[in-house]
């Protein structure tokens, strides 16, 4: 069974960085899709990042050219660089991913960006 978590996370003062991985229990070969999404309180969850298989990336306008998402490996599938933070980047973050036409998520990991 695949079962995602992801580190990373904690607080940190706006303008400052973190990156946030996403392991795996079991070795991922041929995924679909690689996300990384995150919710406020009181608000949607949102689709912040994306690398297909092919390489191809896409960003939310809110964190284009702050943020970046990597391929790692088969047991750590995507990572998040996250640069230039800012007080409404404050969510918890998931990571997600599509295996053999499955969607599983991890637990989310809280990042708190403090004015």
């Known amino acids: 069974q695949v079962q995602l978590v992801e580190s990373g996370g904690g607080l940190v003062q706006a303008g400052g960085s973190r990156r946030l991985s996403c392991k795996s229990s079991?070795?991922?070969?041929?995924?679909?899709?690689m996300n990384w999404y995150r919710q406020a309180p009181g608000k949607q969850r949102e689709l912040v990042a994306r690398?297909?298989?092919?390489?191809?990336?896409d960003y939310a306008d809110s964190v284009k050219g702050r943020f970046t998402i990597s391929r790692e490996n088969v047991k750590n599938p995507v990572d998040l660089q996250m640069n230039s933070l800012k007080p409404e980047d404050t969510a918890g973050y998931s990571c997600?991913?599509?295996?053999?036409?499955?969607?599983?998520w991890g637990q989310g990991t809280q990042v708190t960006v403090s004015s």
């Open positions: 997600n991913v599509i295996f053999v036409g499955q969607d599983y």
């Open positions: 079991v070795s991922l070969f041929s995924l679909s899709a």
């Open positions: 690398v297909t298989t092919g390489g191809t990336t």
